[in-house]
T-cell receptor, first 115, second 117 residues
């Protein structure tokens, strides 16, 4: 089965510019996550979707970050305007929903550098 | 709030030897999962092993095993017969258990393991 796809893999932008990341989860996975992984730290959840509804966005900086999951499949994460501290790897993950399900499958990530 | 602590930023082990990575966590939950994830250089994160908190028996997956001490809130990973391909960042992670749904992972800061030939 195909894994979680993300694009682009790398992005370099200047501060105050905008950027968007795309994620395509594993087919049939209802739950989708966006994590931010700053260098030297573990990933931190930004937002969790179940189908196209938001389950948890408590750690999403809503003044500059936004995310959507149209039709409950693909998702886009946007940053506008970017700050230097947004430099990180942005990981997308997906999982099934149901009794006994627990594993999250991660994509390769998008490495963002803000200069 | 839950926290996960990995106190070993870097470790090194010789090929074919055994190494143990440490993890402690803090939670008031009684029902949860614990995980070890592996993130090889420039490659995606994959699940190594999981442990359900209600199970007393320690999980084992081939060369990987855990020592789960619930009362001490400790969850260490033992890698036996280390191989060069085990070189990676290892993250300990916690997940609350909500019936039939998965939830967010709370990660530690990671341990960078280098397997030396």
């Amino acid at each position: 089965e195909a894994g979680v796809a993300q694009s682009p893999r790398y992005k370099i932008i200047e501060k105050r510019q905008s950027v968007a990341f795309w994620c395509n989860p594993i087919s049939g996975h209802a739950t989708l996550y966006w994590y931010q992984q700053i260098l030297g730290q573990g990933p931190k959840l930004l937002i969790q979707f179940q189908n196209n509804g938001v389950v948890d966005d408590s750690q999403l900086p809503k003044d500059r970050f936004s995310a959507e999951r149209l039709k409950g499949v693909d998702s886009t994460l946007k940053i506008q305007p970017a700050k230097l501290e947004d430099s990180a790897v942005y990981l997308c993950a997906s999982s099934l929903v149901g009794q006994g399900t627990y594993e999250q499958y991660f994509g390769p990530g998008t490495r963002l550098t803000v200069t | 709030a839950q926290t996960v602590t990995q106190s070993q930023p870097e470790m090194s082990v010789q090929e074919a030897e055994t190494v143990t990575l440490s993890c402690t966590y803090d939670t008031s939950e009684s029902n949860y999962y614990l995980f070890w994830y592996k993130q090889p250089p420039s490659r995606q994160m994959i699940l190594v092993i999981r442990q359900e908190a209600y199970k007393q028996q320690n999980a084992t997956e081939n060369r990987f095993s855990v020592n789960f001490q619930k009362a001490a809130k400790s969850f260490s990973l033992k890698i036996s017969d280390s191989q060069l391909g085990d070189t990676a960042m290892y993250f300990c992670a916690f997940m609350k258990h909500y019936g039939g749904a998965t939830n967010k992972l709370i990660f530690g800061t990671g341990t960078l393991l280098a397997v030396q030939p």
